[in-house]
Every structure is written in structure tokens, then in C-alpha cells.
């Protein structure tokens, strides 16, 4: 038995689907997307706790995508101002799951914080890296209380399912989003006006 | 004219005078038509705190597309500014509402009635009856506050008001247009 020659529109469609798959159209997730639409690394920040403050963390540090390895279940950055480039150390993120219980969430030296469900431990517990334990997973919807210096914001709505904050308060406020998370509401005259946290 | 050019142009000019759009609304598969302004003064204050934020129907991928104040807006210049110390949030546009009561009613299968609606069967537990939630179940039976809102207003009951004003209580959280509690 003799096998006939691949015609031309054969040829033409394994070409296709190879160029796809070099072009990475095919055997990329949407988890696997949204990490590389992160970006690179900032430039002599490697990876660890200060890594990619202003990112929404959970894109790889979530239950169904962990190439970070450790799994969150909330995540994020505050900032002194929303025009700030860096983020603020030893702000306070208090937290109140619809159970009742409270916990507190302290940022590490680039503003971020991060919180883990360490099973078997007693009481929530802070690391000075900006990692706070917890004991149980939370659960939603959660109220939040920022604060530090004296200074505090309460976000007036609720968080109901989504554990990184950066998407809700990724980068510059838009239609959907309200911006960074910030203490200080009050702007220069010529910083063009802060947003809501 | 040509006998192709007729019913394109037609056609536009349907769409110019909002035949197509008022065809679409006139789809509107529940008995009685909503009453907006209920909608606007009861239910969004509701809505705002337990379906539209940013991580729910506030996604505006998501099926359910709702606008609130400190959620998804029409276009940026809606997002709540920095007025000094605090925030002030604008107020939902007409357009936004529309939008809302849009959503609502076009979530509704043309043979779905009472407890069978989705927005009423979606968010009630599935041991009361519900239908699955991504978002959680938000009421635990039908006689939650929140149910008996979204179905007073569905269903053009007076009970509506009340039970929004609690519904909301019992979500405990500042309201939009609170004041936040910042400061120096």
C-alpha cells in the first residue's frame, strides 16, 4: 500500500498550526497569559516578598496557578500617597471576615503584604517579611480597614471573592478601577487629584 | 436605487430612529415593566454593596454587568475623586441605571416567573432551593432581606423599600456616599 503525497492545503494547515504554536497561540492558558502579561521583573528586585509591588499577586501565587509556589489568599500594596512610587512600609491592612474574626496584615519594606493559610497553627501570626498566617482560610465578603502614621482609610464596599487587591486598585484609576490603595486622600493642587481607595 | 441599496439603507435608518433598539427593549420578558426610579432609590443602594463590586458583577466580564458608585463606571471621569481629606464619590448617571435595570431584565428567561427568576434563584442557598452562584450564596433562604428586595421591585410589591433599607443594614459596610473615615 502506497501512501499518497500531503496535498498543498495539508502542508498549508500543519504550517499554520505550527506558527501558532510558536507564536504561543496554542498550549497557553489564561493563567498562564495574565502572568506573562505582568511583565519582567523591576530591575534588581528579585523574586521574594518585595517583588512586583502594585501587582495583582494571586495571578501566580492563587490556588489554580502557583508558579510563585506559595499559595495567598489576599495580597497587596498600599501606598502613603496614589502618587507615590513606592509603596509604604508597616501600614496595618485590618481584615474582617463574615464570621466575625479579625486580623491584621502588616506591610513589609516595598508596601506589600501577603496573607497564607498555615494549617494547624493556633493564632494568626506576622512576619516581618509582610507575610501574615492564618490559622483558617477567611471567609468572604471581607471588610477592610487600612492604617498607619495616624492615619486610616476604610474601604466602604466589601470584598467578596477576589484575593488580590491590585485588581480592583491596579494602577491608575479608571472605569474599572479605583486606583492604588492609599492613607492620604489630600493631593497637592498640581498632583491632579488622588482616587478613592 | 438599487433593489440591494433599499433595504440596507432601511435599515440604518431604522437604527438611526431606534427601531432596533426599542424592538430589543420591547423584549422585556417580565409581566410588569420595572419601575426605574424604585430601582434607582431602593435597589442600587442594595446592589452597589452586595452585587456590584469590582470583584463580582462590577467585572465587566462577567454576565449581570452592574455599575456602582466605587465600582464600574461608564468612563473615568465618574471614578470618586480626593476632595481634601476625603473621597467623595459621583452618583450613578442615568445612563448606568438604565444600564442596571437593562441587565436585570434581560437576565430573565421570557418563561421564568416569581422564585424561578435568576437574580432571585442564583444568589439563594441551594438547600433553600437556589440555583448554583459562582459568587456564594448571598441569601440563605427566600425571606433574607436581600431576596425580598430584589423581589419586591421585580415583582412591583410596596414590600420592596423595607426590606432594601435592611438588607443594606445587614451588609453593615459604609454606604457609597458616606463619608470615609480618613484623616490626619
Same mark, same amino acid.
Given at each position: 500500500?502506497t501512501?499518497?503525497?500531503?496535498?498543498a492545503?495539508?502542508?498549508?494547515?500543519?504550517?499554520?498550526?505550527?506558527?501558532?504554536l510558536?507564536?504561543?497561540?496554542?498550549?497557553q492558558?489564561?493563567?498562564?497569559?495574565?502572568e506573562a502579561? /505582568?511583565?519582567?521583573?523591576q530591575?534588581g528586585? @528579585?523574586?521574594?516578598p518585595?517583588?512586583r509591588? @502594585?501587582?495583582?499577586? /494571586?495571578?501566580c501565587?492563587?490556588p489554580?496557578?502557583?508558579?510563585g #509556589?506559595? =499559595?495567598?489568599?489576599?495580597?497587596?500594596? =498600599?501606598?502613603?500617597?496614589?502618587s507615590?512610587? !513606592?509603596?509604604?512600609?508597616?501600614?496595618?491592612?485590618?481584615?474582617?471576615?463574615?464570621?466575625? !474574626?479579625?486580623f491584621?496584615a502588616?506591610?513589609?519594606?516595598?508596601?506589600?503584604?501577603? =496573607?497564607?493559610?498555615?494549617?494547624?497553627?493556633?493564632?494568626?501570626r506576622?512576619r516581618?517579611?509582610?507575610?501574615?498566617?492564618?490559622?483558617?482560610?477567611?471567609?468572604?465578603?471581607?471588610r =477592610?480597614?487600612?492604617?498607619?502614621? @495616624?492615619?486610616?482609610?476604610?474601604?466602604?464596599? /466589601?470584598?467578596?471573592? #477576589?484575593?488580590?487587591?491590585?485588581?480592583?486598585?491596579?494602577?491608575?484609576p479608571?472605569a474599572?478601577?479605583?486606583?492604588?490603595?492609599? /492613607?492620604?486622600a489630600?493631593?497637592?493642587a498640581?498632583?491632579?487629584?488622588?482616587?478613592?481607595? | 436605487m438599487?433593489?440591494?441599496r433599499?433595504?440596507?439603507?432601511?435599515?440604518?435608518? %431604522?437604527?438611526?430612529l431606534g %427601531?432596533?433598539?426599542?424592538?430589543y427593549?420591547?423584549?422585556?420578558?417580565? &409581566?410588569?415593566?420595572?419601575d426605574?426610579?424604585?430601582y434607582?432609590?431602593?435597589?442600587?443602594p442594595?446592589v452597589a454593596?452586595? %452585587?456590584?463590586?469590582l470583584d %463580582?458583577h462590577?467585572?465587566?466580564?462577567?454576565p449581570?454587568?452592574?455599575?456602582?458608585?466605587? $465600582?464600574?463606571?461608564l468612563?473615568?471621569?465618574?471614578r +470618586?475623586?480626593?476632595?481634601?481629606d476625603? *473621597?467623595?464619590?459621583?452618583p450613578?448617571?442615568?445612563?448606568?441605571?438604565r444600564?442596571?435595570v437593562?441587565?436585570f431584565?434581560s437576565?430573565? +428567561?421570557?418563561?421564568?416567573?416569581?422564585?424561578?427568576?435568576l *437574580?432571585?434563584?442564583? +444568589?439563594?442557598?441551594?438547600?433553600?432551593g437556589?440555583?448554583?452562584h459562582?459568587g456564594? &450564596?448571598?441569601f440563605?433562604?427566600?425571606?433574607?432581606? $436581600?431576596?425580598r428586595?430584589?423581589?419586591?421591585?421585580?415583582s412591583?410589591?410596596?414590600?420592596?423599600p &423595607?426590606?432594601?433599607?435592611?438588607?443594606l443594614?445587614?451588609? $453593615?459596610a459604609?454606604a +457609597?456616599?458616606?463619608?470615609? &473615615?480618613?484623616?490626619?
Open positions: 500500500m501512501r499518497s503525497p500531503p496535498t492545503m495539508a502542508r498549508a494547515l500543519c504550517c499554520a498550526a505550527l506558527g501558532l510558536l507564536a504561543g497561540c496554542i498550549g492558558s489564561p493563567e498562564q497569559r495574565a502579561d /505582568l511583565g519582567p521583573e530591575p528586585v @528579585g523574586t521574594g518585595n517583588h509591588p @502594585g501587582q495583582p499577586c /494571586l495571578t501565587h492563587g489554580e496557578h502557583t508558579p #509556589e506559595e =499559595v495567598f489568599v489576599l495580597a497587596g500594596t =498600599v501606598y502613603r500617597r496614589a507615590d512610587t !513606592r509603596g509604604l512600609e508597616g501600614a496595618e491592612v485590618e481584615f474582617e471576615d463574615a464570621e466575625g !474574626r479579625s491584621t502588616r506591610t513589609n519594606r516595598a508596601g506589600n503584604f501577603f =496573607v497564607r493559610v498555615e494549617q494547624g497553627r493556633a493564632e494568626p506576622q516581618n517579611n509582610g507575610e501574615l498566617q492564618l490559622p483558617w482560610p477567611p471567609r468572604f465578603p471581607l =477592610v480597614r487600612v492604617h498607619g502614621d @495616624g492615619t486610616q482609610q476604610t474601604m466602604r464596599g /466589601l470584598i467578596w471573592r #477576589e484575593g488580590s487587591c491590585a485588581v480592583c486598585h491596579g494602577g491608575q479608571g474599572a478601577s479605583n486606583g492604588r490603595i492609599y /492613607l492620604e489630600h493631593m497637592p498640581d498632583a491632579g487629584g488622588g482616587q478613592t481607595p | 438599487s433593489r440591494h433599499l433595504p440596507l439603507l432601511s435599515l440604518l435608518a %431604522c437604527a438611526l %427601531c432596533v433598539e426599542s424592538k427593549e420591547s423584549l422585556a420578558p417580565l &409581566d410588569a415593566p420595572l426605574a426610579d424604585h434607582a432609590s431602593h435597589v442600587q442594595y454593596l452586595a %452585587c456590584a463590586s %463580582c462590577g467585572d465587566g466580564g462577567r449581570l454587568r452592574l455599575y456602582s458608585e466605587l $465600582g464600574l463606571r468612563h473615568h471621569g465618574l +470618586p475623586r480626593a476632595q481634601g476625603t *473621597v467623595e464619590a459621583e450613578l448617571v442615568a445612563e448606568e441605571l444600564r442596571n437593562a441587565a431584565r437576565l430573565e +428567561p421570557a418563561h421564568h416567573a416569581g422564585d424561578e427568576r *437574580v432571585l434563584s442564583k +444568589p439563594l442557598s441551594r438547600k433553600a437556589g440555583a448554583a459562582v456564594g &450564596d448571598l440563605a433562604t427566600s425571606d433574607a432581606p $436581600g431576596h428586595c430584589l423581589q419586591g421591585w421585580l412591583a410589591e410596596s414590600a420592596g &423595607d426590606a432594601c433599607a435592611e438588607a443594614e445587614g451588609l $453593615g459604609l +457609597p456616599g458616606a463619608a470615609s &473615615d480618613a484623616g490626619p
